[in-house]
């Protein structure tokens, strides 16, 4: 995501960006997100598994699912307002917003180390994370009288969809844990929640669209509950039988495929109008990509290669919004930092791109040691 994000796609090939919405087809970028949905998933049963093996209560869980959703929501509606900053009518520019709004966050949401011996002073930066969010909210204004100038959910940014997405996946681990048949039935259920509303019968929906929106269009669940069933998968057969395993996720990766192109003579592949047979194909591509990436290490071992993308995984929100955080403080000082992006040559830029991602991976890891660690 960092790597597709930084690239200057008016000099890269069209390959690695976005495929427009009308045109039938996807690049590397259209696969990364929902690349990451299906991680998400793929981490339920064994995140919320460990709460039910403590025998924490379900309504604990729920309060539990349901906080952390929120909160990436809520980053996510304030990461996608960010563009619509109207400087003059604000009394603050788009980076300055940004910025105070990135810094309110990481207070926030940050997991404070000996937070029972440091209560008031924790309790002290989340007030204050508070008071600068609210009055940024109340500050906004993006001189767009059609929305009264004040935020919009819009499509809810990435990590408002990974919220929706989460939220739903987790609520259906809740109430069918381990069975893989009834998750694979939900599964099935928002597959065709997508082709319906792909195929327009779902307006009687519209009333409600505005919230639930994510839901009734089926494709971020789908892809998340997708992950979800390749994680009960994975807790249900040990690595010892990793023959197994690599048959199960090949043969599913290889079903999801041929779904997503038999699909297509009806919806085109478009991830911006989020096509059942967009979504198909890159969850069969997740699978693929998963059961290599097992096969090399968990199988044969080899581990050490990935040293340099460790800190993006144990850290993966910090991860995603520090990265932000330093392009408006960029932008804000005018200092020519990512003199790459100003290349003329594709591989100068997608260098420089690639660096820039395990840079910021590196600087999750330091960010790590000095005590922030974003959990929602």
């Given at each position: 995501m960092?790597?597709?994000?930084d690239?200057?796609m008016?000099?890269?090939?069209a390959?690695l960006?976005?495929?427009?919405?009308?045109?039938?087809g996807?690049?590397l970028?259209?696969?990364?997100f929902?690349g990451?949905l299906?991680i998400?998933g793929?981490?339920?049963?064994?995140?919320?598994?460990k709460r039910?093996?403590?025998?924490?209560?379900v309504?604990?869980v729920i309060r539990y699912i349901?906080?952390?959703?929120?909160?990436?929501?809520?980053?996510?509606?304030l990461?996608?307002?960010t563009?619509?900053?109207?400087?003059g009518?604000?009394?603050?520019?788009r980076n300055?917003?940004?910025l105070?709004m990135?810094l309110?966050?990481?207070l926030?949401?940050n997991?404070?180390r000996d937070?029972?011996?440091?209560?008031f002073?924790?309790?002290?930066?989340k007030?204050?994370?508070?008071?600068?969010?609210?009055?940024?909210?109340?500050?906004?204004?993006?001189?767009?009288?059609?929305n009264n100038?004040?935020?919009i959910?819009?499509?809810?940014g990435i990590?408002?969809q990974?919220?929706?997405g989460?939220?739903?996946?987790?609520?259906t681990?809740?109430?069918c844990?381990?069975?893989?048949?009834?998750?694979?039935?939900v599964?099935?259920?928002?597959?065709?929640?997508?082709?319906?509303d792909?195929?327009?019968h779902?307006?009687?929906?519209d009333?409600?669209?505005?919230?639930?929106?994510?839901?009734i269009?089926?494709s971020?669940?789908?892809?998340?509950?997708?992950?979800l069933m390749?994680?009960?998968?994975?807790?249900?057969?040990?690595?010892?039988?990793?023959?197994?395993?690599?048959l199960?996720?090949?043969?599913m990766?290889?079903?999801?495929?041929?779904?997503?192109i038999?699909?297509?003579?009806?919806?085109?592949?478009?991830?911006?109008?989020?096509?059942?047979?967009?979504?198909?194909?890159?969850t069969g591509?997740?699978?693929?990509?998963?059961?290599?990436?097992?096969?090399?290490?968990?199988v044969k071992?080899?581990?050490?290669?990935?040293?340099?993308?460790r800190p993006?995984g144990?850290?993966s929100l910090?991860t995603?919004?520090?990265?932000?955080f330093?392009?408006h403080?960029?932008?804000?000082?005018?200092?020519?930092?990512?003199?790459?992006k100003?290349?003329s040559e594709p591989?100068v830029?997608?260098?420089?791109?690639?660096?820039?991602?395990i840079?910021?991976a590196?600087?999750?890891a330091l960010l790590?040691?000095?005590?922030?660690?974003l959990?929602?």
């Amino acid at each position: 995501m960092l790597f597709v994000n930084d690239l200057n796609m008016d000099i890269v090939p069209a390959w690695l960006g976005h495929t427009p919405e009308d045109v039938d087809g996807m690049g590397l970028a259209d696969w990364v997100f929902p690349g990451f949905l299906f991680i998400a998933g793929m981490s339920v049963p064994f995140a919320l598994s460990k709460r039910f093996a403590k025998e924490e209560p379900v309504n604990m869980v729920i309060r539990y699912i349901v906080k952390r959703s929120v909160s990436l929501i809520i980053i996510g509606v304030l990461m996608l307002n960010t563009a619509r900053v109207d400087p003059g009518l604000t009394g603050l520019s788009r980076n300055m917003w940004a910025l105070l709004m990135y810094l309110g966050v990481f207070l926030l949401w940050n997991d404070y180390r000996d937070a029972d011996s440091r209560f008031f002073t924790i309790a002290g930066f989340k007030f204050f994370a508070l008071v600068i969010l609210v009055i940024l909210v109340f500050k906004f204004n993006s001189g767009k009288p059609e929305n009264n100038s004040s935020l919009i959910t819009g499509w809810w940014g990435i990590l408002g969809q990974i919220g929706w997405g989460y939220l739903t996946a987790a609520l259906t681990y809740v109430v069918c844990r381990d069975s893989l048949f009834r998750t694979s039935f939900v599964a099935l259920f928002f597959l065709a929640m997508n082709i319906l509303d792909g195929s327009g019968h779902t307006d009687y929906l519209d009333s409600i669209r505005p919230v639930l929106g994510i839901v009734i269009q089926g494709s971020v669940p789908f892809i998340v509950l997708s992950g979800l069933m390749g994680g009960l998968i994975l807790r249900k057969i040990p690595t010892s039988e990793y023959r197994k395993m690599i048959l199960i996720f090949t043969g599913m990766g290889i079903i999801y495929l041929g779904s997503g192109i038999l699909l297509r003579k009806w919806f085109i592949i478009s991830k911006i109008m989020a096509t059942p047979s967009w979504g198909l194909i890159c969850t069969g591509i997740s699978f693929l990509v998963y059961i290599f990436l097992y096969w090399i290490t968990d199988v044969k071992g080899f581990s050490k290669w990935a040293f340099f993308i460790r800190p993006a995984g144990e850290n993966s929100l910090t991860t995603y919004l520090a990265p932000n955080f330093l392009y408006h403080l960029i932008w804000m000082s005018g200092i020519p930092v990512l003199i790459y992006k100003q290349s003329s040559e594709p591989l100068v830029v997608i260098a420089g791109s690639l660096a820039w991602a395990i840079l910021m991976a590196g600087f999750a890891a330091l960010l790590g040691r000095m005590g922030i660690r974003l959990r929602p």
